[in-house]
């Protein structure tokens, strides 16, 4: 069950916009999209964005998803010392009928 | 808003057994799937297994088919994993996570602490 590809690190300056990306295939990221998670160091994920890119309550609108092809993309704005994270994408491979997660990207806020 | 709370793990030599437990409150617990999934020390997340709301729809990672066991009872708003054959490299923190729908999808909208599962002679 190979897991979706996401960069290692990515570092950005305060203020600056990080977009995040996340490569999967047709049968995850490409037909089921693909979702967001957050996880500071010592706590448990927190969901950032659904499959179908929407937020849930109480998340920044700083935040935002999409999808283009079997890529999906998280882009944050206006980067805080709060964002700096370890950010997972997670999508339902329909043909496995599993969850498949991506290896993380840790965002640096310089 | 929904609480999730893990027990059940510890410090198990290979080969023994564990059975972990999830004790869901503050929503309907028989409307939505549930995950158990792990994080090795250091590691990325690690999708374990699934359950649909009513548990006739279950699905396992390759890495514990046929050694894991996910159950739920809706009665008692509780999920379980029963985790036999325990190798070293199951070694992770534990988390249970609730969809957000009655099957499995990859929405898994809250997630609890965790709880740590050490394999070790």
């Known amino acids: 069950q190979a897991g979706l590809t996401q960069p290692p690190s990515v570092s950005k300056g305060l203020r600056q916009t990080a977009t995040l990306t996340c490569t999967g295939n047709?049968?995850?990221?490409?037909?089921?999209?693909a979702a967001w998670l957050q996880q500071h160091q010592g706590h448990p994920p927190k969901l950032l964005s659904y499959?179908?890119?929407n937020r849930p309550s109480g998340i920044s609108e700083r935040l935002s998803a999409s999808r283009s092809g079997n890529t999906a993309s998280l882009t944050i704005t206006g980067l805080q010392p709060e964002d700096e994270a370890d950010y997972y994408c997670?999508?339902?491979?329909?043909?496995?009928?599993?969850?498949?997660f991506g290896g993380g990207t840790k965002l640096t806020v310089l | 808003e929904a609480h999730l709370v893990e027990s059940g793990g510890g410090l198990v030599q290979p080969g023994r057994s564990l059975r972990l437990s999830c004790a869901a409150s503050?929503?309907?617990?028989?409307?939505?799937?549930m995950h158990w999934v792990r994080q090795a020390p250091g590691k990325g997340l690690e999708w374990v297994s699934g359950?649909?709301?009513?548990?006739?729809?279950?699905g396992y990672a390759d890495s514990v088919k046929g050694r894991f066991t996910i159950s739920r009872d809706n009665a008692k708003n509780s999920l379980y994993l029963q985790m036999n054959s325990l190798r070293p490299e199951d070694t992770a923190l534990y988390y249970c996570?609730?969809?957000?729908?009655?099957?499995?999808?990859?929405?898994?909208?809250?997630w609890g602490q965790g709880t740590l599962v050490a394999v070790s002679s």
């Open positions: 499959r179908n890119n």
């Open positions: 503050g929503f309907a617990f028989d409307d939505y799937a």
């Open positions: 996570a609730k969809d957000s729908g009655y099957e499995t999808t990859a929405d898994l909208d809250y």
């Open positions: 359950i649909s709301w009513n548990s006739g729809s279950i």
């Open positions: 997670s999508s339902w491979d329909s043909s496995l009928s599993v969850v498949v």
């Open positions: 047709s049968n995850n990221v490409g037909n089921q999209g």
